[in-house]
């Protein structure tokens, strides 16, 4: 038996262009605001963790991951996981580990 294979339509040039320049006018946002909030050394972190949610609402804004309720509620409660895990735990890797791995439980 034959296998086909299906060829995936890309997207159009404008529609591509348009993303990119969302997500770089988006990101850059935040890392201006990041930059005056928590100074230019931190910032690159705070912007960096901004690129996954910025695939998302520019690159595949109809995914469930990228609804209101799921992108506000998973960044606040992973940010209140990280800080928590920052505070309670002395070491960084430990902390950044545990930050990651407790995120994911509490965002299911």
């Given at each position: 038996?034959?296998?086909?294979?299906?060829?995936?339509r890309g997207t159009s040039l404008r529609t591509s262009s348009?993303?990119?320049l969302g997500a770089f006018v988006g990101l850059l946002a935040v890392a201006l605001i990041s930059r005056a909030v928590v100074g230019s050394a931190d910032a690159p972190y705070i912007a960096a963790y901004m690129g996954a949610?910025?695939?998302l609402i520019f690159a595949a804004p109809h995914s469930p991951l990228c609804?209101?309720?799921?992108?506000?509620?998973?960044?606040?409660?992973?940010a209140?996981?990280?800080?928590?895990?920052?505070?309670?735990i002395p070491d960084?890797?430990?902390?950044?580990v545990?930050?990651?791995?407790?995120?994911?439980?509490?965002?299911q």
């Amino acid at each position: 038996m034959k296998a086909q294979t299906q060829i995936r339509r890309g997207t159009s040039l404008r529609t591509s262009s348009i993303t990119a320049l969302g997500a770089f006018v988006g990101l850059l946002a935040v890392a201006l605001i990041s930059r005056a909030v928590v100074g230019s050394a931190d910032a690159p972190y705070i912007a960096a963790y901004m690129g996954a949610a910025a695939v998302l609402i520019f690159a595949a804004p109809h995914s469930p991951l990228c609804q209101p309720w799921a992108l506000i509620v998973g960044h606040v409660s992973s940010a209140l996981v990280g800080v928590t895990c920052y505070k309670l735990i002395p070491d960084a890797l430990l902390a950044s580990v545990a930050a990651v791995a407790l995120a994911i439980f509490v965002m299911q």
